[in-house]
T-cell receptor, first 115, second 112 residues
Framework: AAGVIQSPRHLIKEKRETATLKCYPI?????VYWYQQGPGQDPQFLIS???????DKGSIPDRFSAQQFSDYHSELNMSSLELGDSALYFC??????????????FGAGTRLSVL | GENVEQHPSTLSVQEGDSAVIKCTYS??????FPWYKQELGKGPQLIID?????GEKKDQRIAVTLNKTAKHFSLHITETQPEDSAVYFC???????????FGTGTRLLVSP
C-alpha cells in the first residue's frame, strides 16, 4: 500500500541557511499535518492544511512557512535556521471523512541537522 | 489547550508478560484517542485507536480502554514479544481530523 513520502530523509544545514521539506500524501488524502519532534521528545504540531488552505496552526516559528499545492503535496519552508531547529520533522496525512474517524498516517520523517 | 500526560516513561518486561501504559488528558472536548508505536529512525505507526463512545477496543494482543469521566485511557499489550520493543505514544484529538496532542512517550523494552 502507498505510504506518506517525505523528502529528503536527511538534511544538513548551516545556521542562517534555509531548508525546504516536502511531503507527498497517500493517494486521495487531502489533509496534511506537520509535526516537529526534538530528541527524546514527543511530536509537536506545527501546522495543517486541508484542501490547500491552512486549517490550523500550532507552535510554528514565524521563520517557518508552509503550503499545500494543487496535487495535495505540501512543503515546509524554514529560513534563518537556528541550532534549535535540529529535529525530526514528520508530516502526516488523512482523508477528511466529514466527521467520521480520521486516521493520521505518518511519513518516515526528515531529520534536519543545523550546524 | 489540551494536555496529555503519559506514564511510565520507561517500562521493562520479560517476554510473555503484559505491559500497561496509561495516559490522562485535560480537554473534555477530546473524543479521539490513538496510540502510535515509533521504532528508531521511523515515523509513528498507528497500532490502535478508540473514540469516546466506546469504552474498550481490542485487536489481537493489544487493547485500549477509555474512561471519559476520569479523562484517562490505557494501552494493554499481552504476551509481549521482543519486537514490541519501541517507544509508544498516546495522543488526543477532538475528531482525529484535528491536530493530535501527544503524550511524552513510553519506552518499552521486552527482554527475551
Amino acid at each position: 500500500a502507498a505510504g506518506v513520502i517525505q523528502s529528503p530523509r536527511h538534511l544538513i544545514k548551516e545556521k542562517r541557511e534555509t531548508a525546504t521539506l516536502k511531503c507527498y500524501p497517500i493517494p486521495r488524502h487531502d489533509t496534511v499535518y506537520w509535526y516537529q519532534q526534538g530528541p527524546g521528545q514527543d511530536p509537536q504540531f506545527l501546522i495543517s492544511f486541508y484542501e490547500k488552505m491552512q486549517s490550523d496552526k500550532g507552535s510554528i516559528p514565524d521563520r517557518f512557512s508552509a503550503q499545500q499545492f494543487s496535487d495535495y503535496h505540501s512543503e515546509l519552508n524554514m529560513s534563518s535556521l537556528e541550532l534549535g531547529d535540529s529535529a525530526l520533522y514528520f508530516c502526516a496525512t488523512t482523508e477528511n471523512q466529514g466527521g467520521a474517524k480520521n486516521i493520521q498516517y505518518f511519513g518516515a520523517g526528515t531529520r534536519l541537522s543545523v550546524l | 489547550g489540551e494536555n496529555v500526560e503519559q506514564h511510565p516513561s520507561t517500562l521493562s518486561v520479560q517476554e510473555g508478560d503484559s505491559a500497561v501504559i496509561k495516559c490522562t488528558y485535560s480537554d473534555s472536548a477530546s473524543n479521539y484517542f490513538p496510540w502510535y508505536k515509533q521504532e528508531l529512525g521511523k515515523g509513528p505507526q498507528l497500532i490502535i485507536d478508540i473514540r469516546s463512545n466506546v469504552g474498550e477496543k481490542k485487536d489481537q494482543r493489544i487493547a485500549v480502554t477509555l474512561n471519559k469521566t476520569a479523562k484517562h485511557f490505557s494501552l494493554h499489550i499481552t504476551e509481549t514479544q521482543p519486537e514490541d520493543s519501541a517507544v509508544y505514544f498516546c495522543a488526543a484529538s477532538q475528531t482525529g481530523f484535528q491536530k493530535l496532542v501527544f503524550g511524552t512517550g513510553t519506552r518499552l523494552l521486552v527482554s527475551p
